[in-house]
């Protein structure tokens, strides 16, 4: 991997070249060009390729950082941190979609992707801390835990809200670790299932 990926629009150079088509696998790949969130099953949808673009950017990634992510879903914007990162680390709760994503991935060539089905809220502590953490779910509020899985001068992004509308928020720990939050943009996330969710 290439540490100057991401610069001259290279993340949007990879969207290019990334077919949204093999992510969904339903009556909904027809509609895999449009800029929008598309179901995937299991009352799960499939982000808006602008979103996961912004949301790469946003990360700051470069090939010797650590990622979590909680989500999996189709596995697209896994992808992505897997093009831009040396390690991803996703945790998806649904196990059908997990090995999907599983096998769409390493059909891609993707080697440094570790897999886990289990409650997202709690991160994966094995093998914490993380570089960056990306959340791809709509939290009622911040989990303490991926707080503390987050390294110092890493970057955490985190829908947190409402159930129809939630705000995007930018983690940032610094050196000392101490944590400041910035809201990006709101946004519409299905649901962070248990205790940081809306319902358990």
């Not at 470069?62 to 897997?82: C, D, K, M, P, R």
């Not at 509020?141 to 829908?159: C, H, S, T, Y």
């Not at 928020?169 to 944590?179: A, H, M, P, T």
Request: glycine content about 10%; proline content about 4%.
């Amino acid at each position: 991997m290439n540490q100057d990926k991401r610069e001259n629009g290279s993340i949007w150079h990879f969207f290019n070249k990334l077919d949204r088509n093999q992510f969904i696998g339903n009556q909904y790949q027809e509609l895999a060009q449009h800029d929008s969130p598309l179901p995937i099953g299991y009352g799960q949808t499939i982000s808006q390729p602008s979103l996961v673009c912004q949301m790469t950017d946003l990360l700051d990634l470069s090939n010797n950082l650590t990622v979590l992510e909680i989500g999996t879903g189709s596995g697209y914007q896994t992808a992505f941190l897997a093009e831009f990162a040396a390690k991803v680390y996703t945790v998806e709760r649904i196990g059908e979609l997990s090995e999907e994503a599983q096998t769409r991935l390493g059909q891609l060539g993707y080697s440094n992707v570790y897999f886990k089905i289990g409650d997202g809220s709690e991160g994966w502590p094995e093998f914490a801390p993380y570089d960056r953490i990306i959340v791809t779910a709509g939290a009622a509020k911040l989990p303490a835990a991926l707080v503390e899985q987050l390294k110092p001068e890493g970057k955490m992004l985190i829908p947190v809200g409402k159930q129809k509308v939630q705000e995007l928020f930018l983690i940032q720990k610094d050196s000392l670790g101490n944590v400041t939050q910035e809201v990006v943009e709101r946004v519409i996330f299905v649901e962070l299932k248990g205790d940081f969710g809306w319902s358990r």
